[in-house]
């Protein structure tokens, strides 16, 4: 028995790339939460602090190209038209509407919150930040999901 070589084993395909993106969108409160934890700690020493906040600067930007809808160069044209297809861009911009609104919904609550409770700056951009990630990425999973087959 003898095995060829496939050169293009380990690239992904559009439907690949789809699976994952379902999948890992159930990963990302917890990422957050997990980066919250370590931004937040107290007693973090300064390095701490910047090696968390550089690997939450690099989790958000990895979201906003995901989200945008922006190339990934080890794919195909093929692969990227279907990636990029017009439901998709249907998708992305619905989901980012809502996350525009849970950006402006929860600024305004933490306007109105720090009249009672005094609020860190750190923190509020944070939740900002992440509350309207989770919102966008929770609509943009829940419209992305699975279509249905023929038979069901």
Same mark, same amino acid.
């Given at each position: 028995?003898?095995?060829?070589?496939?050169?293009?084993?380990?690239?992904?395909?559009?439907?690949?790339?789809?699976?994952?993106?379902?999948? /890992?969108?159930?990963?990302?409160?917890?990422? $957050?939460?997990?980066?919250?934890? $370590?931004?937040?700690?107290?007693?973090? &020493?300064?390095?701490?602090?910047?090696?968390?906040?550089?690997?939450?600067?690099?989790?958000?930007?990895?979201?906003?190209?995901?989200?945008?809808? /922006?190339?990934?160069?080890?794919?195909?044209?093929?692969?990227?038209?279907?990636?990029?297809?017009?439901?998709?861009?249907?998708?992305?911009?619905?989901?980012?509407?809502?996350?525009?609104?849970? $950006?402006?919904?929860?600024?305004?609550? $933490?306007?109105?919150?720090?009249?009672?409770?005094?609020?860190?700056?750190? /923190?509020?951009?944070?939740?900002?930040?992440?509350?309207?990630?989770?919102?966008?990425? &929770?609509?943009?999973?829940?419209?992305?999901?699975?279509?249905?087959?023929?038979?069901?």
């Amino acid at each position: 028995m003898s095995y060829r070589p496939k050169f293009n084993f380990d690239q992904p395909t559009a439907e690949s790339v789809q699976r994952t993106r379902r999948s /890992l969108a159930w990963i990302i409160p917890l990422l $957050m939460v997990q980066q919250g934890v $370590m931004l937040f700690k107290h007693g973090n &020493g300064v390095f701490d602090q910047v090696l968390a906040m550089i690997a939450w600067a690099a989790v958000t930007l990895s979201l906003l190209w995901w989200l945008l809808g /922006l190339p990934f160069r080890w794919l195909s044209a093929r692969d990227l038209a279907i990636l990029n297809d017009e439901r998709s861009r249907v998708i992305s911009g619905e989901a980012a509407r809502w996350g525009i609104v849970a $950006m402006a919904l929860l600024g305004f609550m $933490m306007l109105i919150a720090r009249v009672w409770i005094r609020l860190d700056a750190g /923190l509020a951009i944070y939740g900002l930040v992440n509350g309207s990630l989770i919102v966008t990425f &929770g609509r943009l999973t829940w419209l992305n999901r699975a279509e249905p087959d023929e038979d069901e």
